[in-house]
């Protein structure tokens, strides 16, 4: 009897350590996973800080470009147009 | 009195087995605690992934933009050597379309409209306005002028051909020899491409070709100069008159001069000065009569078949 009560004691005492592991380590797994998951997030949102500073600066650059090459973008645009029109004229 | 064996036994057995209890109700504890807490986890992750996908999204957008800008950015940096790149695909386009003209075998005729010894800061405004309006290109055989760099500039900007018509078109002057006459033409040139940065090769003589010979000078020795400087030079076909002055004639009689017999040709370039104001009144109904006979309008170039070299 008291060889049966050890080893049910020691059967129960290894389920629970049992059970309690399985779910640490299913526990552990998510937590890194979410933690991962919150870094890229952050990471995400950093880059996407870089592109709007990126974008911002180059358009402040493009606008002033247009305005300084005005003139020859609106040539380049003629161009453009004219030639689609005699490249129509030609088919 | 001591314990007796059994007692202790007894005793140790109970300890231990309380001990275990206090151990499994901890590991309960730690597992209820573990259990619930994953619930909570896998929303998180659930929220934190879908997050994580509109980020992508937006980052890739944002990653497209500025490729589109850069780009953009690019084209503006390199604007003048793209002009260029279109410019010789459009000259090639154009040549093509006055050889398939003369060959007769298109569905179209080929008009140059040419306008001589400006610019004029109150009547070339107007013709640059009434080409603009039916979106038509010409060819502006200019002499050097101060004060009207816009207008220059514009024709430019409007895709017209600028071309040469001597400095200063002293017609006594530059005739006097054939030195007198490049070096006038050379003035214009470096005139003109420092004022827009082109280099003409296209050129009238005023007075028109025959002029030189009237003047004394070797016309072969003449056209041998041209073309060692990279210049082929033009006439004309029609002319509406206006060169013995604005309103020499009516605005109709100026369009009858080109319109009653343009329809005999295929290639034509038509004359006319742009200090005129009663060929700017007549050009839009010149304009639309000369589409009517199907004419379609281009700017010359160098390698055009009529500009001779």
Same mark, same amino acid.
């Given at each position: 009897?008291?060889? =049966? !009560?050890?080893? &049910?004691?020691?059967?129960? @005492?290894?389920?629970?350590?049992? =059970? !309690?592991?399985? &779910?640490?380590?299913?526990? @552990?797994n998510l937590k890194n996973e979410n933690n991962s998951l919150i870094q890229e997030i952050d990471k995400g949102k950093s880059d996407i800080d870089e592109l709007d500073r990126e974008i ?36 | ?74 084209d503006l940096d390199n604007i003048e050597s793209k002009i260029d790149e279109i410019k010789s695909i459009y000259f090639t386009n154009a040549v093509k379309a006055e050889e398939l003209a ?80 490049i070096n006038d033409l050379l003035e214009n040139r470096k005139f003109i491409e420092d004022l827009l940065g082109i280099k003409t090769d296209v050129m009238r003589f005023p007075g028109g ?101």
């Amino acid at each position: 009897m008291k060889k =049966i !009560t050890s080893v &049910l004691y020691i059967i129960i @005492l290894i389920c629970f350590i049992g =059970i !309690t592991a399985l &779910l640490g380590y299913r526990f @552990l797994n998510l937590k890194n996973e979410n933690n991962s998951l919150i870094q890229e997030i952050d990471k995400g949102k950093s880059d996407i800080d870089e592109l709007d500073r990126e974008i911002n600066d180059l358009d402040k650059e493009i606008n002033i470009l247009q305005e300084d090459k005005k003139d020859l973008f609106t040539e380049y645009q003629n161009w453009l147009r004219q030639n689609k029109k005699l490249e129509e004229v030609l088919k | 009195m001591a314990k007796t064996k059994q007692e202790t036994r007894r005793s140790t057995q109970i300890i231990i087995a309380i001990s275990i209890a206090i151990i499994c109700l901890l590991l309960s504890g730690i597992s209820i605690y573990f259990y619930l807490s994953l619930k909570g986890l896998n929303e998180e992750i659930i929220k934190h992934k879908e997050d994580l996908n509109i980020i992508n999204e937006t980052l890739n957008e944002k990653q497209t933009n500025l490729d589109s800008l850069i780009q953009t950015k690019e084209d503006l940096d390199n604007i003048e050597s793209k002009i260029d790149e279109i410019k010789s695909i459009y000259f090639t386009n154009a040549v093509k379309a006055e050889e398939l003209a003369r060959s007769g075998q298109a569905n179209f005729k080929v008009c140059y409209l040419t306008f001589d010894d400006g610019p004029y800061s109150k009547t070339t405004p107007g013709f640059l306005d009434v080409l603009e309006e039916y979106d038509v290109q010409a060819t502006f055989f200019c002499l050097e002028k101060e004060g009207v760099d816009d207008i220059y500039k514009r024709e430019k900007m409007n895709c017209h051909t600028i071309a040469n018509h001597t400095a200063s078109h002293a017609i006594s002057y530059i005739y006097s020899n054939i030195d007198l006459f490049i070096n006038d033409l050379l003035e214009n040139r470096k005139f003109i491409e420092d004022l827009l940065g082109i280099k003409t090769d296209v050129m009238r003589f005023p007075g028109g070709s025959p002029q030189v010979s009237y003047s004394g000078l070797n016309s072969a020795a003449m056209v041998e100069r041209l073309r060692e400087i990279g210049y082929g030079y033009i006439d004309w076909t029609l002319t509406t008159g206006d060169g013995g002055g604005p309103t020499y004639l009516t605005p109709e009689q100026f369009m009858h001069n080109v319109t009653d017999y343009s329809s005999e040709f295929d290639v034509i370039s038509v004359l006319m000065h742009d200090y005129s104001t009663n060929t700017l009144i007549c050009l839009p109904d010149m304009i639309e009569e000369l589409t009517a006979q199907g004419y379609i309008f281009l700017p010359l170039s160098y390698d055009a078949p009529i500009v001779r070299k």
